[in-house]
């Protein structure tokens, strides 16, 4: 078993930036699949971003050219920065890992955008 432990959200102006950190206890290998997915009252949980265990990224279209995953493998941690933050972006964020077909799911963090 594994837990992930999310930090980082907040309260921002629109236009600001934050830093989701995600840190898996337990039994996670380095070669986990990592993700951060949103989910806003009302709506379905959607992708954010997803990397490999290779640095390989896949944003979703809202996010990409502002949001940018990056993972440390030696730390089993995953980072969603998040620049140039609009009111839209406004969401509890989940950080996901797959790892030899367990998944784990964070807490969530909200992060708020606010106009």
């Known amino acids: 078993q594994a837990q992930l432990v999310e930090s980082g959200g907040g309260l921002v102006q629109a236009g600001g930036s934050l830093r989701l950190s995600c840190s898996a206890s337990?039994?996670?290998?380095?070669?986990?699949?990592m993700a951060w997915y949103r989910q806003a009252p009302g709506n379905e949980r959607e992708l954010v971003a997803d990397?490999?265990?290779?640095?390989?990224?896949n944003y979703g279209d809202s996010v990409r050219g502002r949001f940018t995953i990056s993972r440390d493998n030696a730390k089993n941690t995953v980072f969603l920065q998040m620049n140039s933050l609009k009111p839209e972006d406004t969401s509890v964020y989940y950080c996901?890992?797959?790892?030899?077909?367990?998944?784990?799911w964070g807490q969530g963090t909200q992060v708020t955008g606010s106009s």
């Open positions: 996901f890992v797959r790892d030899y077909g367990r998944e784990y």
């Open positions: 990397i490999t265990r290779y640095g390989s990224a």
């Open positions: 337990g039994s996670i290998s380095s070669n986990s699949y």
